[in-house]
């Protein structure tokens, strides 16, 4: 780690974009505290924040304890930035995000000038806006991780970006977790029903999550009850001595296959891997286990180990239906995802639907900034604009939506065309010619919007979108 991380901000610019920020007092106090290590190359962290975090709670000076939480605040952006590319270098290519669709949940410090050290609580407080990095100093205690651990764990752990990651079928609940808060009869049902296991397959996984609750759940709770364990504390792997515990309450027939704690361990994940799967399934984000050759199951794609090297699907009544189609399937993608997230900003406040609404189109329709819209939508600063409209994951959501009402059409259509075993080919290969054409499509409004206008965005996905926006206000 290098000491200019302990002043140089990483937040989220007017287009949602990163950018690096120096805070010129963190840098002057942290060179004034550390004046050694300020020009090493490479420091080491725990001694550092050990003293910041002794400052920024014990400190008789108020504005050095303010310091101190604006040195850990810097450092703490540089390990929330860490966190969203880890996410995205393992799940992001599978599942169709980026550390950009991350960045506006977790990273929204911007060090706003109100903040202030309440003496009596020992806390980081705000009149206005508190942003995880506060949070996270409240809530870190040395004595259980280090910083960098604990940053960790609430970016993880954070239930806006959990909830988005769940919605592209990534869960992040470890298998322990999982296992922890499965009722036993919900995992005979889901194995019965949906893996189609009979009784006797079924009834050694029954026993076994039993006595892993048996064991494991009563030792978090005498945890908790003895202050040792936070109640949304991440369930980690059982312990050898709990391993050794379930093994000694298994039945004997069990105890002859399941010989040792990496058994009984393998077993055990064994399990919670059907569960993950089953509940990524339910969101529609992963295919049944089971053989999709079964009687009555329909394949609607085939898988190709080759394509033909073109579609000829080049007669003019085509392309123009063609036209027409993308059309329609654009606006009904538009009219489908604005009203799903108006229905789901409405559950959770009713004044945070027409703000999206609003600020959606004085972004898309009159070429407006992040930081212009705020004060009109009643906001306090850009980053929560480009949190509220969340642009990124909007337009993701039309372009599935969009590629899914297009394909169906297309094939419907190119059955005129192409006799059953021909299309049966070319079904994978129209897709991809879509995802390619809608692609487009998208990056065009992306690159226009990167950039802040004084005009309505150009592209046909801001065009059309105003459109339905317009239709919308003037529908009673």
Not at 45 to 58: F, G, H, K, S, V
Not at 329 to 335: G, H, I, P
Not at 357 to 375: D, N, R, T, V, Y
Not at 462 to 476: I, K, Q, V
Request: aromatic share 8%.
């Amino acid at each position: 780690m290098t000491a200019s991380n302990y002043w140089q901000l990483v937040r989220l610019d007017g287009t949602g974009g990163r950018r690096v920020e120096e805070v010129a007092i963190a840098k002057a106090f942290f060179q004034d505290r550390f004046p050694i290590l300020a020009a090493q190359p490479a420091i080491a962290d725990a001694p550092i924040q050990r003293e910041l975090m002794q400052l920024l709670r014990t400190a008789a000076n108020s504005i050095d304890r303010q310091r101190a939480a604006w040195c850990l605040r810097c450092f703490i952006s540089h390990q929330i930035e860490q966190v969203c590319v880890q996410l995205e270098v393992k799940f992001g290519t599978q599942h169709g995000f980026t550390r950009y669709d991350l960045f506006p949940f977790v990273l929204n410090d911007h060090l706003v000038a109100d903040q202030r050290f309440d003496q009596a609580s020992n806390r980081q407080v705000s009149t206005q806006y508190r942003p995880l990095a506060v949070e996270i100093l409240e809530t870190f205690d040395s004595d259980r991780a280090g910083l960098s651990t604990w940053v960790t764990r609430q970016v993880r752990h954070h239930r806006e970006l959990r909830a988005f990651l769940h919605e592209h079928g990534v869960l992040l609940a470890t298998d322990w977790g999982i296992l922890n808060d499965t009722n036993p009869e919900s995992l005979r049902s889901i194995l019965t029903e949906f893996y189609r296991l009979t009784p006797d397959e079924i009834a050694p996984a029954y026993r076994l999550l039993q006595i892993y609750h048996e064991v494991y759940r009563r030792d978090r709770l005498q945890q908790r009850q003895l202050g040792r364990l936070r109640d949304k504390e991440v369930c980690a792997a059982p312990s050898l001595d709990q391993l050794t515990r379930i093994a000694e309450a298994l039945p004997a027939e069990m105890r002859v296959a399941l010989q040792s704690p990496e058994r009984i361990l393998s077993q055990l994940q064994k399990i919670a891997s059907q569960l993950r799967q089953y509940r990524l399934h339910r969101i529609g984000k992963t295919l049944p286990t089971q053989s999709l050759d079964r009687p009555g199951t329909k394949l609607l794609v085939a898988e190709l180990s080759a394509v033909e090297p073109e579609i000829d699907l080049e007669e003019e009544s085509f392309l123009t239906f063609y036209r027409e189609q993308v059309m329609n399937c654009l606006d009904r993608s538009l009219a489908q995802v604005t009203s799903d997230r108006v229905t789901y900003l409405q559950r959770k406040k009713a004044e945070a639907a027409q703000q999206f609404l609003m600020a959606l189109k004085l972004f898309h329709c009159k070429g407006q900034s992040m930081s212009e819209i705020a004060p009109q939508v009643g906001l306090q600063a850009q980053f929560q604009v480009t949190r509220l409209l969340k642009l990124k994951e909007f337009r993701a959501n039309v372009r599935s939506r969009l590629l899914q009402l297009l394909f169906q059409v297309v094939v419907e259509k190119a059955k005129t065309y192409s006799d059953a075993a021909r299309l049966q080919k070319l079904n994978q290969q129209i897709e991809i010619i879509l995802e390619e054409q809608i692609d487009v499509l998208i990056q065009q409004t992306e690159k226009e919007g990167a950039v802040a206008k004084k005009h309505p965005l150009r592209s046909l996905f801001a065009r059309r979108l105003c459109r339905h926006l317009d239709l919308r206000s003037n529908t009673p």
